[in-house]
């Protein structure tokens, strides 16, 4: 895929943070197998992470505290959009082809705006509650591996 064409539905999918919440574009770093893209307001910055051939993921966090970070997966979780995932869904590679990279950026992008206003607009009040599920699913992911683990 063309560095044009992702920008495009890039800019396509994620055109209401600059619309609505004042974000600007503020960085697109394209490495060999994979592109970050950097949104910021006065509050909030966004981070999409896009590794060609697996699903993007997009965090979320406090530009005046670096710590108060999150994911839109966690947000969706935490809103009851989605369920909590299973330990063993974070060992096993998710993919995704080119052609369906457009809808699900879009799909973020409305989910973003629908479910973050208020972490877009600074109120980073829901952050502690997004920051433990995460810290919790680790928990579960490292006990997974140690009951799974092979024993010499």
């Known amino acids: 895929m063309k560095k044009s064409i992702f920008e495009r539905m890039v800019e396509k999918a994620f055109w209401g943070l600059e619309a609505r919440y004042g974000f600007k574009k503020t960085e697109t770093k394209f490495e060999s197998r994979s592109v970050t893209v950097r949104f910021q ?8 992470n896009y590794e060609i051939g697996n699903t993007p993921w997009l965090e979320i966090a406090d530009v005046h505290n ?70 919790k699913y680790a928990l579960e992911c490292d006990r997974y591996l140690s009951i799974r683990k092979p024993k010499p």
């Open 41 to 48: 307001n006065a509050t909030t910055e966004i981070l999409l």
């Open 66 to 135: 670096t710590e108060n970070k999150s994911t839109l997966g966690w947000l969706l979780v935490e809103t009851g959009v989605d369920k909590t995932p299973l330990p063993e869904q974070a060992f096993h590679p998710t993919s995704l082809n080119e052609g369906e990279l457009e809808p699900v950026l879009q799909t973020m992008g409305q989910q973003l705006l629908d479910h973050g206003a208020d972490l877009l607009k600074g109120n980073f009040a829901i952050m502690p509650k997004l920051q433990d599920r995460a810290r």
